[in-house]
């Protein structure tokens, strides 16, 4: 399981059976780098090309998010009392939400602060938190697995037993607990630590196995021979054949992290208003989506479409990338 | 055998007694004084300082850790002479708003979780297998390529989302169903079904994706293994093939999984039950989490923690019951 589950992930499962074994089973050990042939048939995917180009679309929108605001004329953080009726509860003016030449994607109920000021901006919001939940728990779990499957003995037992104990845990309810025990000082890097703390088992279970299995192959014993460091042979003969894998469990690992942040912002543990996030504002549409639908149905199919480009392009990197190990 | 039920347990124990470590620390090293939380706003100092004697926040850390321990296993007793209290076990503490037992708020409200939960457990494994079977059995046809489709989707959307919509479609547009309510069966069982067919549609929609990619991505491995051939080879229609011996080893880990998910159901719940308004657990959690009442959440916390350390054990020894390969190498 690759993300914490706020839903059942996409990745590999967590059979207890599973965790206990040591090395994969087939012989065959390494998975072969990743080939040119392998982008290129990528390329052709009708369904790997779509989704990497929303994913780019976001990330455009994200890292541009201050201009994009310029153009269409209104920031996130803007009121705009003549867009709602005061008369009723501040109900959106016009028809789909009020959404037309003035405001894009409408107002908010009651504020009457623009959606597609707040998509983009929380699109920035979201994705930082959930690159930057990949891209330490891709170094923790890639490192501590690196350790734990090469060193072996005490060090294996015991990041194994710390990862047992992670893994047994029900993920998603200690994230709320720390997170409202906590005071709300920096959320943002505060949600990144507490996702990846309970998110690097899943990687470093997978790279230990492997690493196990590489350490006894005759090009890591060869390099062994002729003198070469430990270091030197955990980072230039074991990691590169681990490059696969990590890109395949890296990709399926995104989309859990948007879920969840998007998920505790809306359980009100996440990002903090006025900051907008996805989540939260699907949070704050709860109480009008009788009334004002595309309040809930815009940031929910940003929300689906962009879970939804990760984890297929995930499949198709495993597909094409064929790492073994990563079920 | 008995060995290995024994260091299992010895295990379990330990994980357990870990758990209301870290419970105890987040809850009362890491988080702001409670007592101050307790007092709320019309608060002098002298109050503070009697709510921190008596619930023994003034003692060293270790002190308060097992009095907390053994409040949770033979009660406790809050306070000295005339104000003294007794909690009995296993106390978890009383709420910060309502001042009822945790213990007590929580039983209460299991009733609504377990139904929300067992009802989506159902849907979910049953829909789940057909589409993964229908997926295997039917590979690379129109079946199968529309259940995976509809697998990816529930996957990717978030529970609330696709909650909203649900609601928004049957109740609000269509007028299919009301609103939902916590109607026990016996009142009235046509309320009471239409009522949580929502929440485990909702909850049961991802489970069932995942469980229908596993399913069909097992039963072609299964169908491709050499006893398979050889069943063939013997002369075994193909429905005989697939029953007696590709499903077993198919569905074994998804029976395995099914326990862990559904130990640690709760935090689907959480969402569920908040968006439907339906008075369970999750919702709860959520309320509390919303007025930052910290002695339910942890009573939560713990009892989540609880419930999913057994079902880890639950499935081991299902998975040893169902599956002989395992059998022999643990004996």
């Not at chain 1, 983009?120 to 690159?131: F, P, Q, T």
């Amino acid at each position: 399981m690759t993300a914490i589950p706020i839903q059942p992930a996409t990745g590999p499962t967590k059979g207890p059976a599973e965790g206990e074994e040591g090395a994969p089973s087939t012989a065959g050990g390494a998975p072969p780098p990743p080939r040119p042939r392998a982008w290129r048939a990528l390329a052709r995917d009708k369904g790997a090309v779509l989704s990497a180009s929303y994913i780019l679309l976001i990330v455009a929108m994200a890292v541009f998010a201050p201009l994009i605001v310029k153009v269409s004329g209104w920031g996130p953080y803007e009121f705009d009392q003549t867009a709602v009726d005061p008369n009723l509860a501040g109900v959106p003016l016009g028809d789909w939400g009020g959404a037309g030449g003035e405001h894009w994607f409408g107002v908010e109920p009651g504020s009457g602060r623009d959606i597609f000021a707040r998509i983009v901006y929380g699109a920035r919001v979201s994705m930082l938190i959930a690159l930057s939940a990949t891209a330490l728990t891709t170094f923790l779990g890639v490192l501590f697995g690196l350790l734990a499957g090469y060193l072996g003995g005490t060090v294996d037992w015991v990041i194994s037993r710390v990862m047992d104990f992670l893994m047994a845990f029900p993920a998603l309810i200690f994230m709320i607990a720390i997170l409202s025990a906590l005071p709300a000082g920096n959320r943002s890097t505060l949600l990144v630590v507490v996702i990846s703390v309970f998110g690097w088992p899943y990687l470093a279970r997978i790279v230990r196995g492997q690493t196990m299995s590489l350490a006894r192959r005759e090009f890591v014993e060869a390099a062994r021979a002729s003198g070469a460091s430990s270091a030197a042979i955990v980072f230039r003969e074991i990691l590169p054949n681990l490059r696969s894998t990590i890109i395949v469990m890296t990709t399926l690992a995104v989309p859990g992290y948007i879920g969840t942040e998007a998920g505790l912002s809306f359980l009100g543990v996440g990002v903090v208003p006025p900051t907008p996030s996805w989540g939260q504002m699907i949070a704050s549409s709860v109480s009008w989506y009788s009334v004002v639908p595309t309040y809930f149905a815009i940031p929910g199919a940003f929300l689906f479409l962009l879970v939804l480009s990760f984890t297929v392009l995930g499949d198709r990197l495993r597909a094409v990338l064929d790492p073994e190990g990563v079920r | 055998m008995a060995r290995f039920l024994l260091t299992r347990l010895a295990g379990v124990a330990l994980i357990l007694l870990l758990v209301c470590l870290f419970t105890f620390g987040v809850f009362f090293v890491l988080s702001p004084d409670p007592a101050v939380q307790i007092c709320g706003k019309n608060c002098s100092p002298e109050l503070i300082e009697r709510i921190r004697t008596n619930l023994g926040l003034d003692e060293p850390l270790l002190t308060q850790f097992t009095s907390f321990l053994g409040g949770l296993f033979a009660g406790r007793t809050y306070g000295v002479g005339e104000g003294a209290t007794h909690c009995a076990a296993p106390c978890l503490g009383y709420s910060f708003q309502s001042s009822q037992p945790v213990w007590d708020m929580i039983t209460d409200r299991l009733p609504v979780s377990a139904t929300v939960a067992v009802g989506a457990a159902v849907l979910w494994l049953l829909a789940g297998v057909a589409g993964g079977l229908i997926g295997a059995l039917k590979q690379n046809t129109w079946w199968d390529r529309s259940a995976m489709v509809v697998a990816l989707s529930g996957i990717s959307i978030p529970n609330y989302v696709f909650a909203l919509v649900l609601q928004y479609v049957l109740v609000v547009e269509l007028e299919w169903l009301p609103f939902p309510a916590a109607v026990e069966f016996g009142e009235d069982p046509a309320r009471w079904f239409q009522s949580y067919l929502m929440p485990w549609i909702v909850l049961a929609f991802a489970y069932a994706s995942v469980y229908a990619r596993l399913t069909r991505a097992n039963v072609i491995d299964t169908l491709s293994e050499n006893y398979v051939r050889t069943a063939r080879a013997k002369g075994l229609p193909r429905h005989l093939v697939i029953r007696r011996h590709a499903l077993r080893p198919a569905l074994t880990p998804i029976a395995t999984i099914f326990g862990m998910d559904f130990a640690g159901l709760l935090g689907g719940a959480l969402i569920t039950e908040t968006v439907f308004g339906l008075n369970g657990v999750g919702k709860m959690t959520a309320d509390s989490i919303a007025k930052n009442d910290q002695p339910v959440i942890m009573g939560v916390t713990l009892m989540a923690a609880f419930f999913v350390v057994v079902g880890n054990v639950v499935v081991d020894l299902l998975y040893t019951a169902l599956d002989p390969r395992v059998r022999v190498r643990t004996s």
